[in-house]
T-cell receptor, first 112, second 112 residues
């Protein structure tokens, strides 16, 4: 119930491609779904987040799609760049102040 | 821009020794967290702290772990008797009462 599943484990795309990372959850009490980007040796940094009352959110090149009935959400990176190469974690939280449950991560490599 | 800071960046210790990892959360934040990340694995929740007490803890956070906010700025994680399997990156995070959690750069703990 507390798990967040994430796929794929790793992803390689060419520059300009659109990598898509998918996550799924079971606990319907989750109501906040962030994506974090992590570079080697650094802490996770918030990229974009969504609440279940909207189906899509876009910030710059990053878009979250949210399917509440399927309990799935995904991250799309438009016009990907080599600088986007990092590990991406989806997460879920029940309510403000609660801890995050993280997915296992996706290692993205964007080739020049 | 305010940020979470952590010291030291890297701590090497012998098995059985006590370590204290230190964090300075963002100054007006109310919720504090410790997470850990074993190399190549997902970020795992350890403990959350609010109003000077533990609000939630995971099964990882056993009697060997303790947290403290000794003054108005620091937030510490103590591991009383370190084990080899405690080797990981430890991240502190803080939250101002809303959804977003801000992560520090982490402390790499190596237990020999």
């Amino acid at each position: 119930q507390q798990q967040v599943k994430q796929s794929p484990q790793s992803l390689i795309v060419q520059k300009g491609g659109i990598p898509i990372i998918n996550c799924a959850y079971e606990n319907t009490a989750f109501d906040y779904f962030p994506w974090y980007q992590q570079f080697p040796g650094k802490g996770p940094a918030l990229l974009i987040a969504i609440r279940p009352d909207v189906s899509e959110k876009k910030e710059g090149r990053f878009t979250i799609s949210f399917n509440k009935s399927a309990k799935q959400f995904s991250l799309h990176i438009m016009d990907s760049q080599p600088g986007d190469s990092a590990t991406y974690f989806c997460a879920a939280m029940r309510s403000a102040g609660q801890n995050f449950v993280f997915g296992p991560g996706t290692r993205l490599s964007v080739l020049p | 821009e305010p940020e979470v800071t952590q010291t030291p960046s890297h701590q090497v210790t012998q098995m059985g020794q006590e370590v204290i990892l230190r964090c300075v959360p963002i100054s007006n934040h109310l919720y504090f967290y410790w997470y850990r990340q074993i190399l190549g694995q997902k970020v795992e929740f350890l403990v959350s702290f609010y109003n000077n007490e533990i609000s939630e803890k995971s099964e990882i956070f056993d009697d060997q772990f303790s947290v403290e906010r000794p003054d108005g700025s620091n937030f510490t994680l103590k591991i009383r008797s370190t084990k080899l399997e405690d080797s990981a990156m430890y991240f502190c995070a803080s939250n101002g009462g809303y959804n977003e959690q801000f992560f520090g750069p982490g402390t790499r703990l190596t237990v020999l």
